[in-house]
């Protein structure tokens, strides 16, 4: 999964590389803030990728004395960074060049013929990244048997969930740029322009809000899904050596790591060996049960052991 990661990132990388180039050019030679806006969102998302690169090289750390749980939380990190990022360099640029540009007026200016060049190549590059980003999540969809929607609503892997966000972002952007750039030839009125650049402002706010609360909740310490808890707790229910669940705590420690910690109250004729081959049985089954679980803490209570 981790090669798939990069790939992923890798083509989004430059493909919003290339197109923002493109875009500012067909910008400033038009003289469309739609289109400068455009630019912005590029630049932004060509950041972002090189933030996600480093939080996937990061992450992938082994644990060791001073992070023995490991180093999974970069990849929330960063990928956090990329979500202020998008807000600050991509949405205020974008709504303050439409607002100069409804409040200041005038008429068209400049060639608009590579613009729409521009636009067109950007629905392919972007288009491209967005079904590359889509065909990953789909797979991992698919192997956690959930549908589309709800695994990028849940999935902890902030990589690729962030690549869908802004190539969708990207390619609905181009169409309001398109929008706004036509509407302004047709009608002389730069006005429409001006609210095509704030309209792209907004979808990037929104966009980075929807990915810096997701990031938020998985730093600050998200629990295992609901499905997730329920198939742990099976597993205690299920056991014989196990009297009752007490407390299940969980925890996110990276996009595929989640930790588990449980309070048991054990069967009352279980001996020492017993209980350490419960431990086993039960480390094993949790594993199974739910293949991120990585670090299981177990602590029996109430029952005094057999000695």
Not at 162 to 167: A, C, K, M, P
Not at 187 to 212: E, H, K, N, P, R
Request: overall charge negative; some cysteine; proline content about 3%.
């Amino acid at each position: 999964m981790r090669s798939e990661s990069h790939k992923t990132v890798y083509i989004a990388l430059a493909a919003n590389l290339g197109i923002g180039l493109c875009k500012l050019a067909g910008g400033l030679l038009s003289g469309s803030s739609a289109m400068l806006a455009e630019a912005a969102h590029s630049a932004a998302d060509t950041t972002n990728q090189l933030l996600l690169l480093a939080s996937l090289n990061l992450s992938e750390r082994q644990p060791d004395e001073t992070h023995p749980f490991g180093y999974g939380k970069e990849r929330f990190f960063w990928s956090f960074l990329a979500a202020v990022f998008i807000f600050v360099s991509g949405a205020v640029f974008s709504i303050f060049e439409g607002m100069r540009r409804i409040l200041g007026g005038g008429g068209p200016e400049g060639s608009v013929g590579i613009a729409f060049a521009v636009l067109a190549l950007a629905v392919v590059l972007e288009g491209f990244s967005l079904i590359r980003a889509g065909r990953q999540t789909q797979g991992e969809a698919r192997a956690r048997r959930r549908s589309f929607a709800r695994h990028v609503r849940v999935s902890r892997d902030p990589t690729t969930k962030t690549v869908v966000f802004e190539d969708s972002a990207a390619v609905l952007g181009v169409a309001l740029a398109a929008i706004g750039l036509g509407l302004t030839q047709l009608t002389g009125d730069t006005v429409y322009d001006g609210a095509a650049s704030v309209a792209i402002g907004v979808l990037l706010a929104v966009v980075a809000f929807a990915l810096g609360r997701d990031t938020k909740a998985l730093l600050i310490g998200e629990a295992a899904l609901p499905e997730e808890r329920e198939a742990l707790t099976r597993v205690f229910d299920e056991h014989p050596g196990v009297d009752s669940l007490v407390e299940l705590l969980t925890m996110a420690v990276g996009p595929g790591s989640l930790l588990v910690a449980a309070r048991i109250d054990l069967a009352a004729d279980l001996g020492s060996d017993e209980i350490e081959e419960l431990a086993d049985e039960l480390d094993r089954q949790l594993h199974e049960a739910v293949p991120e679980v990585g670090e299981v803490f177990l602590d029996p209570t109430r029952h005094r052991v057999r000695r």
